[in-house]
């Protein structure tokens, strides 16, 4: 490994992260939309600040904080400089008497379209099976093709055979290949094209033609729909792979260094059922683009949802032999998603009656905190988001009453929190994966019923990730503030490279206090596709 860390040293970094800021002013340090909300969080005494143009150095603005909130999971005493007001496009500064000053920030209308690029390149450069290059602040990121073998039958039955399972994303910081979380991924990416095309549309993403005709955006995401068919089964029968891997995790090495054997697993009845939703997904997004390549998606989907209809029983996937990612997850809340996509992209009564009975038994639920192991929420934001006939009026009545009730929930917490963290309170392995999942419950609020509440609170999300969080720290490799330097990814482990690839977030700290930089922390700092996906639709949002 490129950085070993003694326990003296961690505690140094961990000291840092907490108490060595070099700058007292905590805020968005990619810098702000002219039109909304800016804030600053300053966990000092103050009375007072001043925004300066950082090119003049003349006072632009000044104000008065915010008297002191303490709040316990942080531990401070925190004042807050608004300085909404100011809308001039440039480059400012803020000074606080007594206190210091914050970063350098940028008010502009494409303030977030450099970011919202950065962390969708490193979907490419996530890319498995083929070369990938990128260049980024003088450095050079670049794997070779990786992972040709893909994969080997012994675990479905098939001794010593090979087929082709090719391509996809690379998971996270290892470099398997797995479709539960490949389903809330690519769900959350879809959702980023529908709701947000024309601004992605501004964004030139310097990707590979890999797709001929197709827009750049949803160039990415047919290289990961190519994977997903291939897992699943070849026998016709629908079951799909739970996972591409080896049997235990490599070391940290390049992915082109990485040959020991890869194997197609057992299917899983969660697995299958994602499968079915990104399949129906992937139909009806790509049909403008390749009519064919759309039908074979769609037929694959029909031949899996048939199969779950015909085998409703939960089969959990048995991990047996191997100790790479489980993924294990209850099926209750794929299932849903998958009757909502077919019925989104067919039409198919049958389909909608499936999906409104599961609704039913999930009390119509709308979940603040969710991730691959509870997709439900794509299939209520679908259904509700649906111009279809045939709803039933009640079943679309409560979603959509209980989207609004959810995301009045988060804008709440994250006006009582002092860094207005949506996800108030919750700290865990990937949690700032959610904090940027969030902004989809909020955005599909705003289509519901526009509020700039909903707007605002989703950007409160971005904000926190890039720097107005306890630490003052942006959460994303090569992004804002003092980004993180040793996330849990074996390219950067591995490349030689003192910077690591660029635009990951990294998972997040287990307490509002905890987090740490260091590479061997999988549970603090690892990247991976779940939470990359969210980083891309909360930045959507804003891109002008």
């Not at 915010?66 to 803020?94: C, H, I, M, R």
């Not at 709440?412 to 700032?432: I, S, T």
């Not at 999988?522 to 891109?543: D, M, P």
Request: hydrophobic letters at 35%; charged letters at 25%; proline letters at 3%.
């Amino acid at each position: 490994m490129r950085r070993v860390f003694s326990s003296l040293i961690i505690l140094l970094i961990l000291s840092f992260s907490v108490f060595g800021q070099s700058f007292p002013v905590h805020l968005n340090s990619i810098g702000f939309l002219p039109e909304y909300r800016k804030t600053a969080a300053i966990p000092h005494q103050c009375e007072t600040f001043k925004v300066v143009n950082a090119v003049t150095g003349k006072e632009v603005f000044s104000g008065k904080t915010t008297s002191a909130e303490f709040q316990k999971d942080v531990n401070q005493n925190v004042w807050t400089a608004d300085f909404s007001a100011l809308q001039t496009p440039g480059k400012y500064y803020l000074e606080v008497p007594g206190v210091g000053k914050s970063t350098e920030i940028e008010i502009a209308d494409d303030v977030f379209r450099f970011a919202t690029k950065t962390s969708y390149r490193a979907f490419y450069l996530w890319r498995c099976g083929m070369a990938v290059r990128g260049e980024y602040d003088g450095n050079i990121y670049e794997t070779q093709a990786c992972h040709l073998n893909d994969g080997y039958e012994d675990y479905i039955g098939n001794a010593g055979s090979q087929r082709d399972g090719t391509g996809g994303w690379h998971d996270a910081g290892d470099h398997g290949k797995y479709i539960v979380n490949a389903g809330v991924t690519l769900g959350v990416l879809f959702y980023a094209w529908d709701h947000f095309q024309e601004n992605l549309k501004k964004v030139d993403y310097e990707l590979p033609k890999t797709a001929s005709g197709f827009p750049e955006f949803l160039k990415e995401l047919k290289w990961e729909t190519d994977w997903v068919l291939k897992m699943q089964y070849p026998d016709g029968s629908g079951k799909v792979s739970h996972k591409l891997t080896r049997t235990n995790f490599s070391g940290f090495i390049m992915p082109q260094d990485d040959h020991e054997k890869r194997y197609f697993t057992e299917w899983s009845s969660a697995a299958t059922a994602d499968f079915v939703a990104m399949m129906a997904m992937a139909a009806r997004h790509f049909e403008p683009y390749d009519a064919a390549y759309a039908k074979k998606c769609l037929d694959a989907a029909w031949v899996s949802y048939r199969f779950l209809l015909e085998n409703t029983e939960y089969k959990r996937f048995v991990q047996g032999d191997f100790r790479t990612g489980g993924y294990q997850s209850r099926d209750v809340d794929d299932r849903l998603w998958a009757a909502a996509e077919m019925w989104e992209t067919t039409g198919n009564p049958q389909c909608l009656a499936d999906f409104e009975k599961r609704a039913a038994e999930m009390n119509f639920e709308i979940d603040e905190n969710w991730d691959w192991s509870d997709v439900s929420n794509l299939g209520m934001f679908t259904y509700a988001l649906s111009k279809r006939e045939g709803k039933n009026p009640e079943v679309a009545k409560t979603i959509r009453k209980n989207i609004i009730e959810n995301a009045d929930a988060i804008v709440k917490k994250a006006q009582e929190d002092v860094y207005n963290r949506p996800l108030a309170g919750r700290y865990y392995w990937g949690c700032n994966g959610t904090v940027a999942r969030q902004t989809v419950n909020l955005q599909v609020a705003n289509k519901l019923q526009p509020s700039k509440a909903y707007v605002e609170t989703a950007l409160d999300a971005v904000n926190h990730i890039l720097g107005h969080n306890y630490y003052n720290r942006s959460y994303v490799t090569g992004l804002g503030i003092n980004p993180p330097m040793n996330p849990h990814d074996r390219r950067s482990g591995a490349d030689g490279i003192e910077a690591p690839w660029p635009g990951y977030i990294v998972g997040g700290g287990h307490s509002a206090t905890d987090w740490v930089d260091v590479e061997e922390s999988y549970s603090h700092n690892e990247v991976a596709i779940n939470w990359q996906a969210a980083l891309v639709y909360a930045l959507a949002g804003f891109v002008r």
